[in-house]
């Protein structure tokens, strides 16, 4: 994934999505923009397909980030319903490939 800043706008920058819904994710990359700051996300994924450029503004920025891995997080501005959907069959296909999130949390009968 790549990440770019929007006000001032930047080049894009690497990083790694930790974590990912559809109001938004938390990124680990090698800087962060300011807690407010709008930014770009593009998520591409060849399995399960994704390939979608999101906006959303940063919300948080861990206090032990230090030069050369920071961790923060974006909430996701405006999108259509669509999207978001295609962000959540995007996210259960990941936990399902990764043999996550199918746990039975209710005894048999």
């Known amino acids: 994934m790549t ?3 929007l006000d001032p706008p930047g080049d894009p920058l690497p990083g790694s999505v930790i974590s990912l819904s559809s109001g938004g994710a938390r990124i680990e990359a090698p800087t962060s923009p300011a807690v407010g700051q709008l930014v770009s996300i593009e998520l591409q994924s060849a399995e399960p397909p994704l390939d979608l450029v999101a906006f959303g503004r940063v919300i948080w920025v861990r206090s032990d980030s230090r030069p050369g891995r920071s ?3 974006v909430a996701f501005e405006g999108l259509d319903l669509e999207v978001q959907a295609v962000l959540a069959r995007f996210v259960f296909c990941e936990a399902a490939r990764r043999g996550k999130g199918s746990r039975r949390i209710v005894g048999a009968a």
């Open 71 to 73: 961790i923060w997080a």
């Open 3 to 5: 990440w770019a800043r």
